[in-house]
């Protein structure tokens, strides 16, 4: 086999395992200066060889590809078993191109343990494109739990004052809804007899069954998205977690949560997706105002932005449960659009925290003035989390929106309060930042970006615009795949 042939077949299996052996090379590099470049080198490698997976990708198929089919526990008919289809390929593409972001954004950022920090960086990369990729329900809690150590751990060790109740509070929880969807797993286990996730998929079930599979599965995406109330981990972690956390916990983490939804709780217990999606609907609207409310009341930057991903995720969530294309697309786009934004806030805020160590909003009024470069970025991020229209955030909530209302009407006309108060809050934010009147001395010694932090912000800025004007190629990479999960979905229709 030739080595571009090896490469076309084994592409996934690549992304998948690659971040493993360069964290083992990292493991034997003595310099702090060293440890950041092999980090920057091989996260962005990993990040050219995956926009592969789109050149190669056929979106006129549902069917999965890039499938790699190995028997892994041949007693137990467990297989290494690893394939994409037009969702899973936007995800595991937000996966491999935010991470060297990441590596960016901790340059200067993380000052002790620097070598043990990029080895959890690259440990969690391999486990997160897994989850995107497997096939195999027990390949896919491997890859779910191993993402738990590292994530714990970047909380834990490089997080802030209260870091440990933070890292300790993640893991319990997600420890919790592990327990759920573990238990799912042997259920449909004794009754395909399969751990694949295809023959799951398109099995009859029992009405009973799937309400039972629905309920335990439900409950461990919802505590990963984190819906309410499920989400109280989310900003004590947030606040707690060096920037790169925070941004691998928005970007990326809290979309295991709607992507189980995806795949696992629509095409496999489809009655009970029909029976209980009115009422999510309603939860997901709660979760929005909350989000939005809640956000609206914090004065550090930072717990400000973790609120509000329970807004944005809860309209995710809505548009998931709205069991209509508009809605799916909807949701698939607030994935990715709140994985380049909100990411982008949280590398702000962290950039911020490094010059002046506060996130306090009444401390930060009026610096605006001061670091023109850094306002004209943070203002773009801040009206595309508002989703202004133009920006990459309006045109997934304005399909949600769409998609919600033939759901349920009335459902829409509540979560209207949760809009403007996003609206409110990032308006606020930018208006006391920009144009606030407080002076802090400190202020007129602040720089503004540097090279190095245009960079990491510049790709995130070309995203907003991107999707925002042109979403298209994003919406027929993903037509196609979603209409297959609703058609599953609707089969007792």
Same mark, same amino acid.
């Given at each position: 086999?030739?080595?571009?042939g090896?490469?076309?077949?084994?592409?996934?299996?690549?992304?998948?395992? +690659?971040?493993?052996?360069?964290?083992?090379?990292?493991?034997?590099?003595?310099?702090?200066?060293?440890q950041?470049?092999?980090?920057?080198? @091989?996260?962005?490698?990993?990040?050219?060889?995956?926009?592969?997976?789109?050149?190669?990708?056929?979106?006129?198929?549902?069917?999965?590809?890039?499938?790699?089919? #190995?028997?892994?526990?041949?007693?137990?008919?467990?297989?290494?078993?690893?394939?994409?289809?037009g969702?899973?390929v936007?995800?595991?593409?937000?996966?491999?191109?935010?991470?060297?972001?990441?590596?960016?954004?901790?340059?200067?950022?993380?000052?002790?343990?620097?070598?043990?920090?990029?080895?959890?960086?690259?440990?969690?990369?391999?486990?997160?494109?897994?989850?995107?990729?497997?096939?195999? %329900?027990?390949?896919?809690?491997? /890859?779910?739990?191993?993402?738990?150590?590292?994530?714990?751990?970047? =909380? !834990?060790?490089?997080?802030?004052?209260?870091?440990? *109740?933070?890292?300790?509070?993640?893991?319990? #929880?997600?420890?919790?809804?592990?327990?759920?969807?573990?238990?799912? =797993?042997?259920?449909?286990?004794?009754?395909?007899?399969? /751990?694949?996730?295809?023959?799951?998929?398109?099995?009859?079930?029992?009405?009973?069954?799937?309400?039972?599979?629905?309920?335990?599965?439900?409950?461990?995406?919802?505590?990963?998205?984190?819906?309410?109330?499920?989400?109280?981990?989310?900003?004590?972690?947030?606040v707690?977690?060096?920037?790169a956390?925070?941004?691998?916990?928005a970007?990326?983490?809290?979309?295991?949560? %709607? #992507?189980?939804?995806?795949? /696992?709780?629509?095409?496999?217990?489809? *009655?009970?997706?029909?029976?209980? @999606?009115?009422?999510? =609907?309603?939860?997901?609207?709660?979760?929005? &105002? *909350?989000?939005?409310?809640?956000?609206?009341?914090? !004065?550090?930057?930072?717990?400000?932005?973790?609120?509000?991903?329970?807004?944005?995720?809860?309209?995710?969530?809505?548009?998931?449960?709205?069991?209509?294309?508009?809605?799916?697309?909807?949701?698939?786009?607030?994935? =990715?659009?709140?994985?380049i934004?909100?990411?982008?806030?949280?590398?702000?805020?962290?950039?911020? *925290?490094?010059?002046?160590?506060?996130?306090?909003?009444?401390?930060? +009024?009026?610096l605006?003035?001061k670091?023109?470069?850094?306002?004209?970025?943070?203002?773009?991020?801040?009206?595309?989390?508002?989703?202004?229209?133009?920006?990459?955030?309006?045109?997934?909530?304005?399909?949600?929106?769409?998609?919600?209302?033939?759901?349920?009407?009335?459902?829409?006309?509540?979560?209207?309060?949760?809009?403007i +108060?996003?609206?409110?809050?990032?308006?606020?934010?930018?208006?006391? /930042? +920009?144009?606030?009147?407080?002076?802090n001395?400190?202020?007129?010694?602040?720089?503004?970006?540097?090279?190095?932090?245009? &960079?990491?912000?510049?790709?995130?800025?070309?995203?907003?615009?991107?999707?925002?004007?042109?979403?298209?190629?994003?919406?027929?990479?993903?037509?196609?795949?979603?209409?297959?999960?609703?058609?599953?979905?609707?089969?007792?229709?």
């Amino acid at each position: 086999m030739t080595s571009q042939g090896f490469l076309d077949t084994h592409l996934l299996s690549i992304l998948i395992f +690659a971040p493993l052996a360069a964290a083992a090379v990292s493991a034997v590099l003595r310099s702090e200066q060293a440890q950041r470049i092999w980090a920057l080198v @091989a996260t962005t490698a990993l990040a050219a060889l995956s926009i592969g997976l789109w050149c190669r990708f056929d979106a006129s198929t549902h069917a999965f590809q890039f499938v790699e089919n #190995y028997s892994w526990i041949p007693s137990l008919k467990i297989n290494y078993a690893v394939g994409l289809d037009g969702i899973s390929v936007l995800l595991v593409l937000l996966t491999t191109l935010i991470t060297p972001l990441c590596v960016l954004a901790s340059w200067t950022y993380i000052k002790k343990r620097v070598k043990e920090f990029m080895i959890a960086l690259l440990v969690m990369e391999a486990a997160m494109v897994g989850v995107f990729s497997a096939l195999d %329900t027990v390949l896919f809690f491997t /890859f779910w739990e191993a993402m738990l150590i590292p994530m714990s751990l970047m =909380i !834990g060790v490089w997080g802030g004052p209260r870091r440990i *109740y933070a890292s300790l509070k993640f893991f319990i #929880y997600t420890m919790a809804g592990s327990i759920f969807l573990l238990v799912s =797993i042997i259920a449909i286990r004794l009754q395909t007899g399969s /751990f694949g996730i295809q023959e799951a998929m398109g099995h009859p079930f029992s009405h009973g069954f799937q309400l039972w599979i629905f309920a335990a599965f439900f409950l461990s995406f919802a505590i990963k998205v984190p819906m309410f109330p499920f989400h109280t981990w989310l900003p004590a972690a947030h606040v707690e977690a060096p920037t790169a956390g925070s941004v691998i916990l928005a970007s990326v983490l809290l979309k295991m949560g %709607t #992507y189980g939804f995806l795949r /696992f709780c629509l095409p496999m217990a489809p *009655y009970a997706t029909q029976v209980l @999606a009115p009422y999510i =609907i309603w939860a997901s609207v709660i979760a929005v &105002i *909350y989000g939005g409310f809640t956000a609206l009341a914090q !004065g550090d930057m930072k717990k400000l932005v973790a609120y509000s991903s329970v807004a944005h995720m809860g309209f995710a969530v809505m548009g998931i449960f709205s069991l209509n294309q508009q809605g799916l697309e909807g949701a698939t786009l607030v994935m =990715i659009n709140h994985g380049i934004t909100t990411g982008a806030l949280f590398i702000m805020v962290g950039i911020l *925290y490094e010059r002046l160590h506060t996130r306090e909003l009444d401390k930060l +009024a009026g610096l605006g003035a001061k670091i023109p470069v850094f306002t004209g970025f943070f203002g773009v991020f801040c009206l595309s989390s508002l989703a202004f229209p133009g920006t990459n955030s309006f045109v997934g909530e304005f399909l949600v929106l769409a998609g919600g209302f033939k759901a349920s009407p009335w459902a829409v006309v509540c979560v209207v309060p949760g809009v403007i +108060a996003a609206a409110a809050y990032m308006y606020r934010v930018l208006q006391k /930042f +920009a144009y606030g009147s407080a002076e802090n001395p400190e202020h007129h010694e602040v720089a503004d970006l540097s090279l190095r932090e245009i &960079i990491t912000l510049a790709p995130l800025l070309f995203g907003v615009f991107w999707v925002g004007l042109h979403p298209q190629p994003l919406l027929n990479v993903m037509k196609v795949s979603l209409a297959h999960v609703l058609e599953q979905a609707q089969r007792h229709l």
